[in-house]
């Protein structure tokens, strides 16, 4: 017989009886493990080795590394059940627990929204780790459907390829499961919103023309202007921002004040940076923001706006994008014959 | 106490009877039913009665008029299970046997994928009845739950009021739950593929922009355009056909050589004049079409096709559709407080 299954190192093996541990009932959620010494004492193992052991279980979610202070358990353990267990998959090189605003949000919703439908779920950040590892770490685990969080398009083609089910969230391809923002509509929203409040030159900041949200983005502008009657002007749409010659074509386009007398900006991280230059210079442009499902970026912004007025913008509950994600997992797990389809949660508009 | 419950009319009452007997398991799908004199004999009713009942069986999809010939048994009257009962809700004038080719496809798909999930489904067109007749009529079946075909946003509005779960097919409102064709990739694959066979001025013909799905497939060839780094022109822009100008439009357009040399066509009824013309006045112009879900158009332009080559074309499976359409109905019966999403099926793009 063909030998299929390679024997566990002693590192591996020790991370099973860690994590065995960590699922049992005696350890809660906040609490600091024991040293590394400790521990190797206990599982009698070297020093690396419950080093390594330990870096699994961070890998894994299970606990995050406190920096010089010890390990601390992240996971919930109360009601683990292997049989519903799936994971949250970044796509980002950061770990796991340093996670954006943004997609610390999503996490936490995820979270929530797993556990209200009886599901475990456990997150795992990319960082250096090839997609195929990524896999092979998830059918370790036996997840029965993952939630992928990331642009990289090999992260769901190699789970496709193992067979996982899975839904991105935010994706850059129409042919994968998905849940996202809907970009076309939030863009014509934004769009439509200027040309009601009497514009007739609208620029369009933003970025990733390369992806398919990028492209729905400036879609939803080109389709509102043209149907408004207005002219679209390639001067006018000044893409793969942040970039700083770009951000000076913004400067020199707003000084001309005939150039343009409202702007669309894709890309909320700019927002900051491109109000402070029109209040500074005097320059008054309508602007309409792409807020993004991230509340920080919104408050932040609106605490600096406390003397400017705060501009519309569209935002979207990322607590809507999690809660479809999780359902959306569920019914392809339940039947992974359902025809693919990319799920959109509504963009709101709003003008204060 | 209040009296909110009216006494059933005679009509509504023999009606009851009637339908009773159909979903017995003596009648089956096909089967003809006796005369009107004979029925009201049976029921002891007049001829008028018993006329008003089968009208009421003929609006709910239970039987349809054959034209003097009697009454059809239509609804396949196998495992009826009322906790389970949905209604496909058809907004068209026209009666719901009388569909065109797109909505017949659907309805026989609906149908399918609800029979595979132990649902049973009955159509209602909207014909002369107002909203909130229709809702009427689909509160005393008590369906769990309705899919909707149908452009007027009276009728969702209106199931919304009565709490009655309710999916839209390729409706024209981003707030409301609804399965979709993906409008704005297929007109973005459209128009790519005419940029990659080398077109540098490529027309956009349509219609329906004042409906979500238009301005998306606008969106999607003017945002290909814009990232090709090829100029849109309002004149190659040919909207709200069909329209007899407008087709004179586009013919003045194709005869100057310099004009364009690539057209999308998202209005399938009208590649057939416009190939025809083509052929005609020997006007060779790269063509991109949108076949949709209608697999009747598709053939019939492969058969006029026969010495011409057959363009490219996106087009979307009626099947992942409707399938999607009553998972997505299932899941919202199930969680009605699940966040409101749109659903895009995949365009698939075939170049022969």
Redesign the interface.
């Known amino acids: 017989m063909p030998k299929i299954i390679r024997s566990k190192s002693l590192a591996e093996k020790t991370a099973d009886k860690l994590r065995a541990q960590l699922e049992g009932n005696n350890v809660s959620l906040g609490d600091i493990l024991c040293s590394e010494r400790e521990l190797a004492l206990q599982y009698k193992v070297s020093r690396k080795t419950i080093r390594s052991s330990l870096s699994m279980l961070v890998q894994e979610g299970f606990v995050v590394s406190l920096d010089r202070k010890g390990y601390q358990v992240k996971k919930p353990t109360v009601g683990t059940d292997k049989s519903q267990l799936i994971a949250y998959v970044l796509g980002t090189e950061t770990r796991h627990w340093e996670m954006d605003a943004y997609s610390h949000e999503a996490w936490s919703q995820v979270q929530k929204s797993a556990l209200s439908m009886g599901k475990n779920v456990f997150a795992l950040a990319k960082e250096d780790m090839s997609a195929s590892q990524i896999c092979e770490r998830l059918l370790q685990h036996q997840v029965k459907g993952v939630i992928v969080n990331a642009d990289d398009p090999e992260i769901p083609l190699e789970l496709n390829k193992a067979g996982i089910p899975l839904v991105m969230i935010d994706t850059a391809s129409?042919?994968l499961e998905s849940?996202n923002q809907?970009n076309?509509?939030g863009a014509?929203q934004l769009t439509n919103h200027l040309v009601e409040n009497g514009c007739k030159n609208i620029a369009w900041m933003g970025r990733h023309?390369e992806l398919?949200q990028g492209?729905?983005r400036?879609?939803?502008y080109?389709?509102?202007l043209?149907?408004a009657g207005l002219?679209?002007n390639?001067t006018h749409?000044i893409s793969s921002v942040p970039d700083k010659t770009k951000l000076e074509s913004l400067k020199k386009l707003s000084k001309d004040s005939k150039a343009i007398d409202g702007l669309v900006i894709m890309w909320p991280q700019l927002i900051e940076e491109v109000v402070d230059y029109l209040s500074e210079n005097k320059i008054h442009l309508e602007l309409a923001v792409w807020w993004g499902g991230n509340p920080e970026i919104k408050d932040i912004c609106k605490k600096k706006f406390k003397k400017q007025k705060v501009p519309a913008g569209v935002h979207w509950?990322v607590?809507?994008?999690a809660?479809?994600a999780i359902?959306k997992l569920d019914?392809r797990i339940r039947?992974p014959e359902?025809?693919?389809?990319?799920?959109?949660?509504?963009?709101h508009l709003t003008t204060k």
Chains 1, 2 share one sequence.
């Open positions: 129409p042919k849940v809907d076309f509509n014509y023309l398919i492209q729905e400036l879609g939803g080109l389709s509102a043209h149907i002219k679209s390639k749409i509950n607590c809507d994008l809660e479809s359902l019914e039947n359902k025809p693919i389809g990319r799920t959109m949660v509504s963009m």
